[in-house]
């Protein structure tokens, strides 16, 4: 048994949140590469989605490309367990809420009267009202996948080799490292709660999202107690006084498929332009 979860811990690598498998091509990419296209792929989104009618196309692109990377980099399955329930009531309260307050194009698929007032849902409306929120939830599942695919030695790393001043740097490193700790904490409340009959294994979505919700307040209050600790401890060893990082013994070098990968992303940004 011992040897079995051996294995099993070596074929997956710890991350920002959870973890992800040691073997992805995604996982091992220099977070520079991973962080640039990420940045370039939302740029990208952000433009087709400021014209007047976004382009669908694209959008879907984006976001089959951040669904693959999910199943390629194995995150894919935390991703369905804490946050995709969230993500998914939020799409749908951005889609009704454009169809309602966004009514665009003629020749309705269908009129609905309330209130006195009557709503149109055209093709042209449910077009747009599609393309915008395929470019949310691309934007969304990228930014995910890159917190859940990466390292925080991996980022701090990078960030000292961009020659970032140290404080900048180790404040960044300890929200990275933060966020694990937080879900963490996220884990156990949930387990506490379903302890004591507070929790909720409901498959409605909605009861989900709420028992989600109910989980803020011991969170937040975990967190403040942690931040204040910290700051106590970090003063009390001298932090002031310090002026750098240690070296790194694993430091991940730009190779040709992070070349690569930053051409990608370039092209992706490129695409928007190219379409007017």
């Known amino acids: ?91 749908m309260v951005m889609m009704v809420w454009w169809i309602i307050f966004n ?41 995910l996948l890159t917190i859940m695919s990466t390292r ?6 990078a960030l000292n080799k961009l020659k970032l001043p140290f404080k900048l740097v180790f404040f960044a490193s300890l929200i990275a490292r933060s966020l694990n700790i937080m879900a963490d904490d996220l884990n156990s409340i949930k387990q506490a709660q379903f302890a004591r009959g507070a929790g909720s294994n409901s498959d409605n979505i909605f009861k989900r999202v709420s028992a989600f919700m109910m989980l803020s307040i011991p969170l937040t209050t975990s967190i403040i107690k942690r931040s204040v600790d910290m700051g106590f401890a970090l003063e009390s060893r001298g932090f002031s006084k310090t002026k750098k990082f240690s070296n790194f013994i694993d430091e991940k070098r730009m190779r040709y498929s992070d070349f690569t990968i930053i051409a990608f992303g370039i092209f992706m940004l490129l695409l928007p332009f190219m379409a007017q």
Do not use: C, W
């Open 103 to 143: 009514q665009v194009g003629s020749n309705p698929i269908l009129s609905v009267s309330f209130l006195g007032a009557t709503l149109h849902i055209t093709y042209l409306s449910l077009y747009v009202g599609i393309g915008k929120v395929s470019g949310y939830a691309s934007m969304a599942l990228m930014t």
């Open 1 to 91: 048994m011992e040897s079995k979860n051996q294995r099993a811990e070596k074929r997956m690598v710890k991350t920002i949140l959870f973890s992800a498998r040691s073997s992805s091509f995604y996982v091992n990419m220099n977070p520079i590469a991973k962080f640039a296209l990420l940045i370039m792929l939302s740029v990208g989104v952000v433009i087709s989605m400021l014209h007047a009618v976004p382009d669908l196309q694209y959008n879907l692109l984006v976001l089959v490309l951040a669904v693959g990377f999910l199943i390629e980099s194995g995150t894919i399955k935390y991703l369905v367990k804490s946050y995709l329930s969230l993500l998914l009531v939020a799409l």
């Open 152 to 157: 925080d030695a991996d980022i701090i790393s």
